[in-house]
């Protein structure tokens, strides 16, 4: 059965920083694109970023670009989030497409139950 867990979530003030990480079992985390959605309370959950198989392509949502930075070794899948606001905080899930690349930010088949983002002084 696959399986994506989520860590690193937590509370930060804003202009501070989080790394989150996700572990797979049940199938080879290096096989396939990765990535990051989040959901905030009230609204749609959203897509963050995506990285390639082979770690060579990334997207990221236009609210997160130049503050956060996806990347993966063999074991993890991580999301390096900078410059937190506010409107950062959400539940961040780490999510597997089924294929070696990415669809934009799109795309995502399952993904894990997420690890908390709290932004706030």
């Known amino acids: 059965q696959s399986q994506l867990v989520e860590s690193g979530g937590g509370l930060v003030q804003p202009g501070g920083s989080l790394r989150l990480s996700c572990a797979a079992s049940?199938?080879?985390?290096?096989?396939?694109?990765i990535g990051w959605l989040r959901q905030a309370p009230g609204k749609e959950r959203e897509g963050v970023s995506c990285?390639?198989?082979?770690?060579?392509s990334t997207n990221y949502a236009d609210s997160v670009k130049g503050r956060f930075t996806i990347s993966r070794d063999n074991a993890k899948v991580y999301l390096q989030m900078n410059n937190l606001t506010p409107e950062d905080t959400a539940v961040y899930l780490c999510?597997?497409?089924?294929?070696?690349?990415?669809?934009?930010?799109?795309?995502?088949?399952?993904w894990g139950q997420g690890t908390q983002v709290t932004v706030s002084s």
């Open positions: 999510a597997v497409r089924w294929n070696s690349g990415c669809t934009g930010i799109h795309g995502f088949n399952y």
């Open positions: 049940g199938f080879t985390l290096g096989d396939y694109a």
């Open positions: 990285i390639s198989s082979s770690g060579g």
